[in-house]
């Protein structure tokens, strides 16, 4: 039902893109009002998303420790999985944020005849969504293309690097294929997976489809259906220019990809794709296990009503004379 | 075990197939034998909580206050301010489903409610309906979910269907923490007195008498006296055990299991004999004569509540530092709690062993150190007389407790314990020790009999993993360092791995110690037959 829904909705983005590529008005409306109405949803969104959690504060030091904490000097403390100091702390994050550290570890438990549970290696799930982030990056960088001029060299680099193996013309990038495979194999685990299915919000096939969309149309203009490369740059170099020309009658494709783009980024600050912000202020992870080293402050603790040790002798004082313990008040 | 508790072979044939009802479908059934029996109007009226009545949780009516629905809104509104953690992790889950099969109780129930990502959409659904524009304006399309009498009682049963074991949280690629998930679900739940006896009595008593058993001050000297007078006879040698000594260097603070249950008692006799040996000048108290915290099963505020003793008392008898014994959520309390809540300990020093001369910089602000990490220090410097050939009748292997393994990193201490004190150990599987250790099913307050059925599936992997080297290496002893392990392990095992004993670490410190003056031991401290006697009897 859930994915039903959520194709749906792509299908009627990539309609309207489709359809508003027909008419000069309509090209307008979604190749130079709705970008900029995107961008700046995206760009508000994220400031008034992160500002949100950076407003609540972190009240306790609530690290997750997957490794030997530092105690002894003898004993081999494991300053990258349980850092200590900050420079432990930041290689966390660094391996979390850029090789999904956390996912690597993942395991799948089976339940054999005997009764046996057993755990296998599961990488799948990780190599898919490193291959899908870093894929997508990369797609994204060599956008800048279309945005700058001269083209800088690194970009022009990165195409080279990505086109490696000079198959086909135009020659095949590799990260096209990574993501296209990332993505595919994303939404086949989603809807093949039984419990995966079973938790799978409409939101989730919608971003997975989405980025699908917007991948297959990049694609298909790329290799299949070639549009005027040129017309679009100038095009481009309007929108980031702030004088946006009129923008070109290239095909729907085109209005389909830009159309998919801007719904994703006008998306992305109410989505759960805001894990890309969120990673950075998980406090499992972006704290040291150094609690009894130094002191985490909690800028709202408050005084709370205890059992006070003068309550205490007092309700007991007989019981614990007679039991010939120490007394403040004989 | 209640009689309606299935048998192992019934119990194991689990369906982890979902089921037809979409989750957002809040319905649950309390079936005898898997969840907990509501708190006791007494102790909630006892600590000043809100709706103190009489229920039960299969109950149809639960006698909610008449505004239940705002408290819960407003309590939730008020956390999100509070705690980051508790915004980000209701904010960021993409629904990878990566934690799923890392919970024990799903993978010992089946029951998808019991995958910690659905465990925490259950509140995330309530959260995106009223906090978020998308889930105002589209509802279940947008994953959110009407906050309903049916969902608490869906919460009541999945929240404490948890242990805050953190498991899930090791794997999730952003560290969401189901436990603080947990944590904040239940803290609601308080708000309007749903709660369960288990972790109120416990949270009352020690409120009141300073320990979960409600032992008063003279039940605690007579405690720690019979303890006193068997090491005599089992030892030959009468320990000192003060009690409030003002002055002492030292403040020990035990879990009250300790004084009072087996196989805990072996431990404190294990701690006795140590401090003893190499002349410790330390204090227990019978104020803060509890080192668990069933608070962190309650809310923050209770954690605080009750945790104040222990510096409070370490101030009044003037000692220098503080010494805590085996305990897995007691630490976690000590280690990531204490110190912000009722610190700093500034009228305390950083903690030294006079006897190695080691300065336990490690804990230079909270001033508090686990007996692992002093033991560990006295037998590295050679302190302690040991002869590990009195634990050869023992097989050991070694269950990191979740909190020790998870919100501490106390990982090789015990570990250099055991290989120094024991010939005979052997590890379980890694993927179900250290930072991945599975939960004995039973902590975070649910080891209650009541709720039998639930624990043994909870505790399944756990003992399926001991099951493995009792198998391969004749295992016959998990030692563990938590209170609530020893009181749930050998249920557990009897059930799953029958033969296999439950043990805290200092046990067998205790049993390889070779005291001053100590007469000849045949006996370990439970009284078993050490081996090499046993021999030398046959011979």
Redesign the interface.
Known sequence: MNVMAALGAVVVIAAIGALGAQASGMRSLIGVIVPYAAITTFILGMILRVARWASSPVPFRITTTCGQQKSLPWIRASWLESPYTKLGTAARMALEILLFRSLFRNTRAELRPGPRLVYGEEKWLWLGALAFHWSFLVVLLRHLRFFMEPVPNWVLALATLDGFFQVGTPELLLTDVFLGAALAYLLYRRLGSPQVRYISLFTDYFALLLLLGLAATGILMRYFAKIDLLAVKQFAMGLVTFAPATPPAVGWLFYAHLLFLCTLIAYFPFSKLMHMAGVFLSPTRNLANNNRMVRHVNPWNYPVNVHTYEEWEHEFHDKIKAAGLPLERE | MTETTPRPEQL?R?D???PKKS?MDPSVEFRKGTFCYSALPKNLEYL?LPNPREWQPFDKDWKLPADWKRIILEGMKER?????????FM????????C???CHYY?GSGD?KN?P??RA?LIRSVYRRYF???GRLFGP???GRELTEDVIKEWFYYFYQCTEC?RC?????????TA?VTMIGRELLNLIGCNINWVLEPVANC????NHLGV???GF??SIEFAVDELEEITGVRVEAP????GAEVLFIVPSADYFASPHYYTLLGYLMVLHEIGLDYTFS??ASEGGNFGLFTS??MI??LN??VY??AR?LKVKWILGGECGHMWRVM???M???N??ADFLEVPVSPVTG?R???????R?VHIC?FT??LI?HGKLNLDPSRNDHWNVTFHDSCNP?????????PR?ILRSVCRNFHEM?E??I???TFCCGSGAGLGTDENAEMRMRGG??RA??VRYVRERHGVNMLACVCAIDKATLPTLMEYWVPGVEVGGVHEFVGNALVMKGERERTTDLRGERLKNKEAAAHA
């Open positions: 194991v689990i982890y197939r979902p989750w000043g999100l301010e509070k705690y980051r953690s508790f915004r980000l904010d960021i889950c993409v629904r990878c489903g990566a799923a099969d890392k993978l998808p995958m990502v659905l959409e978020t524009p998308a399309l947008a994953g953190r949280s090791v794997f999730c690629p952003y560290g969401i923490d603080e409120h009141r008498t300073g008063q001050p003279h000297k007579d009690i409030m000594k003002k019978a104020y923050h505020e605080k509540r104040a003793k409070a008392e009044r280690h990531q709690y110190d912000t809540m610190g700093p080691t336990f910089d490690h804990a230079r602000s909270t508090m990490e560990a220090d590295r393994a998870r919100a501490m990193g106390l990982l090789e201490e250099y599987p993927n179900t250290r930072e991945q399944f992997p399926n993993a």
